[in-house]
């Protein structure tokens, strides 16, 4: 089975940048938002970055041309999933609000099509099971920004079949990414890692142990982290990080995933990193 067209579900963040890349590589797509708002910002911010690529001599002028054209923006879950044979999900990381996204697209979608979550740390077996098809349900879990970091993790879910798995597999190669297989547990490979490194940096500055600036300084010229734990956090959005410290918590039962007082207080007081202008840093 070859993938003809998509359908991405969100356009923020990562929607946008999974939408960017599949129509960069000639494959049609239909990215889904909830207001028209958000879908124009969404095709505002890819039109920004294949400027940005134009301006580097990366792409033609004709290139962003004919990659915005395969971008059909639109409201309808019902209209966008029903002539596609992959629809990536990439929503908040809440699962009462995947739950819903997932009902939709099985109500609509073609029998043949494959199902993906960009899901960061919800188990890929519990998402499979809103639909009737969990052999045919995946994670692909990008990274920011999409169009430039090349990992795809591929979470196998308890039922996800083989032939799902090689399609999937097959697609990110033609993306230029290099897909790399994990199994469905909290966090994957990447955010089992990376949170608790964030978590514990936070616990640092929690603790007076040093500024966040010091923090990063010392990951960067110690460990030869291009990007400091608390920039990378800000840059995440704590709120995400929050909502994954929090799946991993709940999932393994351990307290080493304890998400730091901190943090919580942050995402309380709507200091969330880049997003909203203040996070460890600022950026107003």
Request: hydrophobic letters at 45%.
């Amino acid at each position: 089975m070859d993938i003809k067209k998509v359908a991405v579900i969100g356009g923020g963040t990562m929607g946008n940048g999974i939408a960017h890349v599949f129509a960069m590589n000639r494959i049609p797509v239909n990215l889904i938002e909830t207001k028209q708002e958000f879908a124009d910002k969404a095709m505002a911010t890819i039109d920004k970055n294949l400027e940005r690529m134009v301006s580097k001599e990366k792409i033609s002028a004709e290139d962003k041309v004919t990659t915005l054209d395969s971008i059909n923006a639109t409201l309808s879950i019902a209209e966008g999933v029903k002539d596609v044979d992959l629809i990536v999900e990439a929503v908040p990381e809440n699962f009462d609000i995947k739950k819903s996204v997932w009902e939709a697209v099985e109500a609509n979608a073609q029998d043949h099509a494959i199902f993906a979550s960009n899901t960061s740390s919800i188990s890929i077996t519990k998402l499979a099971a809103l639909t009737g098809r969990p052999e045919k349900f995946i994670g692909m879990h990008f990274f920011n920004p999409v169009p430039v970091m090349k990992l795809v993790e591929i979470v196998r879910g308890l039922e996800t079949d083989d032939e799902t798995y090689n399609v999937v597999e097959k697609t990110s190669k033609l993306l230029a990414k290099v897909p790399v297989p994990v199994n469905d547990f909290p966090g994957f490979v990447s955010n089992r890692v990376l949170m608790p490194m964030i978590n514990e940096a936070i616990f640092c500055v929690h603790e007076g142990v040093a500024t966040p600036e010091n923090v990063d300084e010392v990951m960067k010229l110690g460990m030869a982290h291009p990007m400091g734990p608390l920039r990378l956090a800000d840059f995440i959005g704590l709120d995400v990080c929050l909502d994954i410290l929090n799946v991993l918590y709940e999932g393994f039962k351990d307290p080493k995933y304890r998400p730091a007082p901190l943090l919580v207080k942050m995402v309380d007081a709507g200091k969330l990193g880049n997003k909203t202008g203040e996070g460890f840093y600022n950026y107003k």
